[in-house]
């Protein structure tokens, strides 16, 4: 992570893009850009099928990836927020919402749909 956020940071300094956050809202809709054009892969087509495209079009999801990522190490820089540690600090709070033993029976994080999701308790151990 350390070594990717360099890379970005020497790209962004070589081409005099240096901390400049007058276009930070245009990498968020950039983010919703890209998911996009995944999505438009995907869109209205039963799972079956959606298994066959993604195959079919992996290349456009390994570029979706190196985007997104770039995006979000891109902002990271912007605002000098290490994201090995914000990596870290959210996995250690996904480990409290989401209980690998509770979620292994219930399957998935939404408590609508009879999932679990820890979030309270999280949040109260954070303080
Ligand atoms: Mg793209």
């Avoid at 891109?74 to 914000?86: H, S, W």
């Avoid at 939404?110 to 999932?115: H, I, M, S």
Wanted: charged residues 40%; negative net charge; proline residues 2%.
């Amino acid at each position: 992570m350390k070594k990717a956020q360099e890379i970005v940071a020497k790209f962004n300094q070589e081409r005099g893009w240096d901390k400049d956050i007058t276009y930070l809202k245009d990498f968020l809709l950039n983010i919703c850009e890209e998911t996009g054009e995944v999505w438009n892969l995907i869109k209205w087509i039963n799972i079956e099928k959606q298994k066959k495209v993604i195959e079919e079009h992996k290349d456009e999801w390994v570029d979706f990836i190196g985007d997104e990522l770039f995006l979000v190490l891109k902002i990271a820089y912007l605002l000098d927020i290490d994201a090995q540690e914000a990596f870290e600090a959210t996995m250690r709070d996904y480990e409290k919402r989401f209980p690998a033993e509770k979620i292994r029976k219930l399957k998935h994080g939404n408590p609508l749909a009879g999932g679990v999701d820890d979030k309270k308790e999280a949040e109260e151990s954070k303080k």
